[in-house]
């Protein structure tokens, strides 16, 4: 597990009625991510009858978290960025204008078995084909991995808003309103993947 946030901010009091205001943030999550338990199989079915061996092997081991998988290089990361400034400027006692603009990136990767499988091919093809596959290998198959291509994540996104205000007291006190504009732009940052190996 590999994890740290930062942050900091700063105020400047422009002016006894200005106060500017900033905050900065970062967060960086890094780590083998979720890993799925296979810990039941249907013996009815082809797929069910290749995982029997593993389940036997969970329930065997006496470890309710014991876990099987074949990718050699699970991952999973999360990267955070944003600025916010706000602005405030206190006109008199009855109307305060405020600016909010921010700007944030968020990235997340991912490269995890789909089902947490661990097959070796004779067991796999046998259930399926009901034959052995002369000479195999006692290497492991899984039924499915999703990741990310190389470079890539599988969200990459920049989010731009822009939000403008008017707060202000009416009536003598009675009155509090509140209006403005609000926008806000999202696009893409770079190419993003998903990918996937199964049998």
């Known amino acids: 597990l590999d994890y740290y946030a930062l942050r900091g901010s700063l105020v400047l009091d422009l002016s006894p009625d200005i106060e500017n205001y900033t905050i900065v943030s970062y ?25 029997v061996p593993q389940v036997t092997r969970l329930n065997a ?62 067991d796999l093809f046998t259930a399926a084909y009901n034959f052995v596959v002369p000479n195999s290998p006692d290497a492991r198959l899984s039924t499915a991995q999703a990741f990310n291509e190389a ?18 007291k009416g009536a003598d006190g009675k009155l509090d309103f509140q209006t403005g504009l609000y926008y806000e732009h999202s696009t893409p940052g770079a190419k993003t993947s998903s990918e996937s190996i199964a049998i």
């Open 27 to 51: 967060s960086n999550s890094d780590h083998v991510g979720n890993f799925p338990q296979m810990y039941r199989a249907n013996p009815g079915s082809a797929i069910g009858r290749a995982a």
């Open 61 to 122: 081991s006496g470890d309710p978290y014991q876990v099987e998988q074949t990718l050699s290089n699970p991952r999973s990361v999360t990267k955070q960025f944003q600025v916010i400034n706000t602005t405030k400027w206190q006109i008199n006692d009855n109307f305060l204008v405020k600016n909010i603009v921010s700007y944030a990136t968020f990235k997340q990767g991912l490269a995890q078995s789909v089902f947490g499988s661990n097959f070796k091919p004779v």
């Open 151 to 168: 470079g890539t994540f599988g969200n990459d996104q920049n989010t731009f808003v822009e939000e403008f205000q008017i707060q202000g």
